[in-house]
Protein backbone atom coordinates (compact mmCIF):
# COMPACT_ATOMS: atom_id res chain seq x y z
CA UNK A 1 0.00 0.00 0.00
CA UNK A 2 0.83 3.51 -0.70
CA UNK A 3 2.23 5.68 2.16
CA UNK A 4 -0.33 6.75 3.88
CA UNK A 5 0.21 9.86 5.14
CA UNK A 6 1.64 11.46 1.82
CA UNK A 7 -1.64 9.57 0.92
CA UNK A 8 -3.97 11.52 3.85
CA UNK A 9 -2.25 14.55 2.62
CA UNK A 10 -2.53 14.16 -1.11
CA UNK A 11 -6.31 13.45 -0.48
CA UNK A 12 -6.99 16.23 2.01
CA UNK A 13 -5.40 18.95 -0.38
CA UNK A 14 -7.43 17.08 -3.51
CA UNK A 15 -10.82 17.38 -1.57
CA UNK A 16 -10.34 21.24 -1.14
CA UNK A 17 -10.72 21.83 -4.55
CA UNK A 18 -13.26 19.56 -5.39
CA UNK A 19 -16.79 19.45 -4.87
CA UNK A 20 -17.31 15.50 -5.66
CA UNK A 21 -17.95 14.17 -2.16
CA UNK A 22 -16.57 10.70 -3.15
CA UNK A 23 -12.99 12.06 -2.83
CA UNK A 24 -13.32 13.75 0.52
CA UNK A 25 -15.14 10.42 1.85
CA UNK A 26 -12.31 8.74 0.34
CA UNK A 27 -9.32 10.97 2.03
CA UNK A 28 -11.45 9.94 5.43
CA UNK A 29 -11.44 6.73 5.04
CA UNK A 30 -7.45 6.56 4.30
CA UNK A 31 -7.16 8.64 6.89
CA UNK A 32 -9.19 6.02 9.18
CA UNK A 33 -7.45 3.45 7.60
CA UNK A 34 -3.96 4.71 8.18
CA UNK A 35 -5.10 5.64 12.39
CA UNK A 36 -6.36 1.66 12.55
CA UNK A 37 -2.77 0.43 11.11
CA UNK A 38 -0.52 2.25 13.36
CA UNK A 39 -2.65 0.19 16.36
CA UNK A 40 -2.37 -2.75 14.89
CA UNK A 41 1.34 -1.38 14.50
CA UNK A 42 1.53 -0.73 18.10
CA UNK A 43 -0.45 -3.75 19.13
CA UNK A 44 2.00 -6.14 17.26
CA UNK A 45 4.65 -4.37 18.85
CA UNK A 46 3.11 -4.79 22.21
CA UNK A 47 2.91 -8.79 21.55
CA UNK A 48 6.37 -9.04 20.68
CA UNK A 49 7.92 -7.21 23.43
CA UNK A 50 5.55 -9.27 25.82
CA UNK A 51 6.77 -12.71 24.23
CA UNK A 52 10.47 -11.79 24.70
CA UNK A 53 9.92 -10.65 28.39
CA UNK A 54 8.77 -14.56 28.49
CA UNK A 55 11.62 -15.80 26.07
CA UNK A 56 14.02 -14.29 28.39
CA UNK A 57 12.56 -15.34 31.67
CA UNK A 58 12.51 -19.19 30.40
CA UNK A 59 16.17 -18.57 29.82
CA UNK A 60 16.81 -17.47 33.62
CA UNK A 61 14.78 -19.60 35.09
CA UNK A 62 16.64 -22.46 33.22
CA UNK A 63 19.94 -20.83 34.15
CA UNK A 64 18.57 -20.44 37.98
CA UNK A 65 17.62 -23.61 38.10
CA UNK A 66 20.80 -25.45 37.30
CA UNK A 67 23.03 -22.76 38.99
CA UNK A 68 20.69 -23.85 42.60
CA UNK A 69 23.10 -26.99 43.00
CA UNK A 70 26.10 -25.46 42.42
CA UNK A 71 26.05 -23.23 44.79
CA UNK A 72 24.48 -25.58 47.23
CA UNK A 73 27.44 -27.12 46.39
CA UNK A 74 30.12 -24.24 47.30
CA UNK A 75 28.12 -24.16 50.77
CA UNK A 76 28.99 -28.35 51.09
CA UNK A 77 32.62 -27.85 50.09
CA UNK A 78 33.79 -24.60 52.31
CA UNK A 79 35.72 -25.01 54.99
CA UNK A 80 35.92 -23.10 57.99
CA UNK A 81 38.71 -20.19 57.65
CA UNK A 82 36.97 -18.15 61.09
CA UNK A 83 39.52 -17.36 63.86
CA UNK A 84 42.20 -19.43 64.39
CA UNK A 85 40.67 -22.19 62.02
CA UNK A 86 42.53 -19.70 59.40
CA UNK A 87 44.43 -21.89 56.90
CA UNK A 88 45.26 -21.03 53.16
CA UNK A 89 48.02 -22.39 50.65
CA UNK A 90 49.86 -19.85 48.17
CA UNK A 91 51.97 -21.86 45.86
CA UNK A 92 52.01 -25.22 47.54
CA UNK A 93 53.21 -23.02 50.56
CA UNK A 94 50.78 -23.09 53.60
CA UNK A 95 50.02 -20.27 55.86
CA UNK A 96 48.07 -19.55 59.42
CA UNK A 97 48.44 -15.76 59.33
CA UNK A 98 45.91 -13.69 57.29
CA UNK A 99 48.50 -11.22 56.59
CA UNK A 100 51.08 -13.44 55.08
CA UNK A 101 48.70 -15.00 53.29
CA UNK A 102 47.92 -11.89 51.63
CA UNK A 103 51.63 -10.89 51.33
CA UNK A 104 52.30 -14.01 49.63
CA UNK A 105 49.17 -13.95 47.26
CA UNK A 106 50.57 -10.47 46.24
CA UNK A 107 54.05 -11.54 45.83
CA UNK A 108 52.39 -14.05 43.26
CA UNK A 109 50.82 -11.84 41.57
CA UNK A 110 53.50 -9.70 40.90
CA UNK A 111 55.65 -12.20 39.84
CA UNK A 112 52.87 -13.20 36.72
CA UNK A 113 52.42 -9.56 36.35
CA UNK A 114 56.44 -9.97 35.45
CA UNK A 115 56.30 -12.15 32.88
CA UNK A 116 54.14 -9.22 30.61
CA UNK A 117 52.31 -11.68 28.85
CA UNK A 118 48.65 -12.03 28.68
CA UNK A 119 47.30 -15.17 30.59
CA UNK A 120 44.51 -16.50 32.03
CA UNK A 121 43.89 -19.21 34.88
CA UNK A 122 46.86 -19.28 36.66
CA UNK A 123 47.42 -21.09 39.69
CA UNK A 124 47.84 -18.99 42.71
CA UNK A 125 46.91 -21.01 45.73
CA UNK A 126 43.90 -22.65 47.85
CA UNK A 127 41.53 -21.07 50.58
CA UNK A 128 38.64 -22.55 52.60
CA UNK A 129 38.54 -25.30 49.80
CA UNK A 130 38.81 -23.20 46.83
CA UNK A 131 41.15 -22.72 44.35
CA UNK A 132 42.36 -19.52 43.56
CA UNK A 133 43.70 -18.10 40.07
CA UNK A 134 44.79 -15.16 38.44
CA UNK A 135 44.44 -13.50 35.12
CA UNK A 136 46.87 -10.91 33.26
CA UNK A 137 45.58 -8.78 31.19
CA UNK A 138 48.40 -6.31 29.08
CA UNK A 139 47.15 -3.36 27.41
CA UNK A 140 50.51 -1.57 25.63
CA UNK A 141 52.40 -0.46 29.16
CA UNK A 142 49.49 -1.43 31.32
CA UNK A 143 49.59 -4.93 33.13
CA UNK A 144 46.27 -5.64 35.00
CA UNK A 145 46.04 -9.08 37.31
CA UNK A 146 43.34 -10.25 38.45
CA UNK A 147 42.42 -12.33 41.47
CA UNK A 148 39.37 -15.26 41.73
CA UNK A 149 37.77 -17.35 43.75
CA UNK A 150 36.92 -20.56 41.74
CA UNK A 151 33.36 -21.93 42.20
CA UNK A 152 31.54 -24.96 41.29
CA UNK A 153 29.96 -24.34 37.68
CA UNK A 154 32.89 -22.67 36.55
CA UNK A 155 32.04 -19.60 37.95
CA UNK A 156 35.02 -16.79 39.19
CA UNK A 157 34.33 -14.66 41.53
CA UNK A 158 36.83 -11.93 41.57
CA UNK A 159 38.44 -10.93 45.02
CA UNK A 160 38.73 -7.01 45.43
CA UNK A 161 40.82 -6.27 48.36
CA UNK A 162 43.23 -3.40 48.34
CA UNK A 163 45.54 -4.75 51.21
CA UNK A 164 47.17 -7.80 51.75
CA UNK A 165 45.63 -8.03 55.19
CA UNK A 166 42.54 -7.06 52.82
CA UNK A 167 42.63 -10.37 50.44
CA UNK A 168 41.85 -12.95 53.54
CA UNK A 169 38.93 -10.36 54.30
CA UNK A 170 37.21 -10.21 50.94
CA UNK A 171 37.44 -13.85 50.63
CA UNK A 172 36.20 -14.54 54.22
CA UNK A 173 33.17 -12.04 52.93
CA UNK A 174 32.58 -14.06 49.97
CA UNK A 175 32.01 -17.17 51.90
CA UNK A 176 29.74 -16.08 54.08
CA UNK A 177 27.78 -14.99 51.13
CA UNK A 178 26.96 -18.32 49.70
CA UNK A 179 23.95 -19.48 51.40
CA UNK A 180 22.66 -15.80 50.14
CA UNK A 181 23.78 -16.83 46.84
CA UNK A 182 21.31 -19.91 47.08
CA UNK A 183 18.43 -18.22 48.10
CA UNK A 184 18.84 -15.14 45.77
CA UNK A 185 18.48 -17.86 42.66
CA UNK A 186 15.54 -19.27 44.02
CA UNK A 187 14.17 -15.76 44.61
CA UNK A 188 14.93 -15.17 41.16
CA UNK A 189 13.13 -17.96 39.89
CA UNK A 190 9.66 -17.21 41.51
CA UNK A 191 10.01 -13.80 40.34
CA UNK A 192 10.70 -14.77 36.79
CA UNK A 193 8.03 -17.03 36.92
CA UNK A 194 5.69 -13.95 37.82
CA UNK A 195 6.87 -12.42 35.15
CA UNK A 196 5.78 -15.14 32.62
CA UNK A 197 2.59 -15.23 34.28
CA UNK A 198 1.68 -11.25 33.78
CA UNK A 199 2.88 -11.62 30.58
CA UNK A 200 1.20 -14.86 29.64
CA UNK A 201 -2.38 -13.28 28.91
CA UNK A 202 -0.82 -10.66 26.69
CA UNK A 203 0.23 -13.09 23.97
CA UNK A 204 -3.31 -14.53 24.20
CA UNK A 205 -4.80 -11.09 22.92
CA UNK A 206 -5.66 -11.02 19.22
CA UNK A 207 -6.24 -7.48 17.33
CA UNK A 208 -9.83 -6.36 17.34
CA UNK A 209 -9.33 -4.12 14.09
CA UNK A 210 -8.15 -6.82 11.15
CA UNK A 211 -12.47 -6.10 10.31
CA UNK A 212 -12.22 -2.74 10.37
CA UNK A 213 -8.96 -2.47 8.25
CA UNK A 214 -9.83 -5.02 5.98
CA UNK A 215 -13.27 -3.01 5.40
CA UNK A 216 -11.46 0.49 5.04
CA UNK A 217 -8.59 -1.13 2.52
CA UNK A 218 -11.37 -3.02 0.43
CA UNK A 219 -13.53 0.77 0.82
CA UNK A 220 -10.54 2.57 -0.59
CA UNK A 221 -9.44 0.32 -3.47
CA UNK A 222 -13.30 0.42 -5.20
CA UNK A 223 -13.21 3.99 -4.96
CA UNK A 224 -9.86 4.24 -5.88
CA UNK A 225 -10.72 1.89 -8.84
CA UNK A 226 -14.04 3.84 -9.46
CA UNK A 227 -12.65 6.87 -9.47
CA UNK A 228 -9.78 5.90 -12.14
CA UNK A 229 -12.19 4.36 -14.39
CA UNK A 230 -14.94 7.49 -14.67
CA UNK A 231 -11.45 9.67 -15.40
CA UNK A 232 -10.69 7.36 -18.35
CA UNK A 233 -13.93 7.09 -19.25
CA UNK A 234 -14.23 11.18 -19.25
CA UNK A 235 -10.90 11.27 -21.05
CA UNK A 236 -11.47 8.98 -23.71
CA UNK A 237 -14.80 10.90 -24.44
CA UNK A 238 -12.86 14.65 -24.61
CA UNK A 239 -10.58 13.09 -27.07
CA UNK A 240 -13.58 11.47 -29.07
CA UNK A 241 -14.97 15.04 -29.51
Same mark, same amino acid.
Given at each position: ????????????????????????? *???????????????????????????????????????????????????????? $??????????????????????????????? =???? *???????????? @??? *?????? /????????????????????? /????? $??????????? *????????????? @????????????????????????????????? =?????????????????????
Amino acid at each position: MEDLGEASQYEQAKALTTTDPRIMQ *LTQDKQDLERAMLRRAAFERAIFSARERIRNAEEQIERLTAAIPQREADVAQRQDI $AGDAFTAIVVGETFTDRTEFGEAVLARMNEL =AEGG *LTVRDRAVGEIA @GFR *LTADVS /VYGKTTDVSLYLNRNGDVQER /VRAQS $AAGIAQSVAAM *LRGFEGDVQSARD @GIESYRREIAEFTPQTEKRFEGAAEIAELEQRV =ADMEATLTREAAERAASRSSQ
